[in-house]
């Protein structure tokens, strides 16, 4: 409960601004060392306008992170961030991300579980799997948010 209330209250912090003139909240990456991909998926975002730092954690305390946001196992990818009150795990498109603001649903965020090549920053020459972004409910149930084929 105590969670719905911040996440309501930070989704409210921001507000959406007319189209071409939009600013976009700063996001807070969570990585391992040495995570090359967590890296190609920072890239992605600030070539995207987001103002992205990065913090580098041990695998230990960045699954603890993970557990302590309520994030479901199940979910889990390499890199942790957080955008305006939500949880972004793994490496979700960009144009997710700006779809989430907008919508600014109750929820505990988005999520590409493990690392589908093709995914932003997981490119891989020639592969391209199809997977889902989802939208995980501030309990942790998870719906598909959108479909990348
Ligand atoms: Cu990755």
């Given at each position: 409960?105590?969670?719905?209330?911040?996440?309501?209250?930070?989704?409210?912090?921001?507000?959406?601004?007319?189209a071409g003139a939009r600013?976009?909240?700063?996001v807070e990456v969570v990585k391992a060392k040495g995570c090359s991909c967590c890296e190609g998926w920072v890239k992605h975002m600030r070539a995207a306008g987001f103002?992205?730092?990065?913090?580098?954690?041990?695998?230990?305390?960045?699954?603890?992170?993970?557990?302590?946001?309520?994030?479901?196992?199940?979910?889990?990818?390499?890199h942790t961030a957080r955008v305006a009150g939500y949880v972004i795990e793994g490496h979700v498109p960009s144009e997710d991300v700006v779809r989430l603001l907008d919508r600014s649903p109750i929820a505990l965020g988005l999520a590409v579980p493990?690392?589908?090549?093709?995914?932003?920053?997981?490119?891989?020459?020639?592969?391209?799997?199809?997977?889902?972004?989802?939208?995980?409910?501030?309990d942790g149930r998870a719906t598909v948010f959108a479909r990348h084929r």
């Open positions: 409960m105590r969670r719905r209330i911040l996440l309501m209250s930070a989704a409210a912090m921001w507000v959406p601004l007319a600013e976009l909240p700063p103002t992205v730092a990065v913090e580098e954690r041990s695998p230990e305390e960045l699954e603890q992170l993970k557990r302590a946001l309520g994030l479901p196992e199940e979910l889990w990818s390499c493990g690392m589908p090549a093709g995914s932003p920053g997981m490119e891989v020459p020639g592969r391209r799997d199809p997977y889902d972004t989802l939208l995980v409910g501030s």
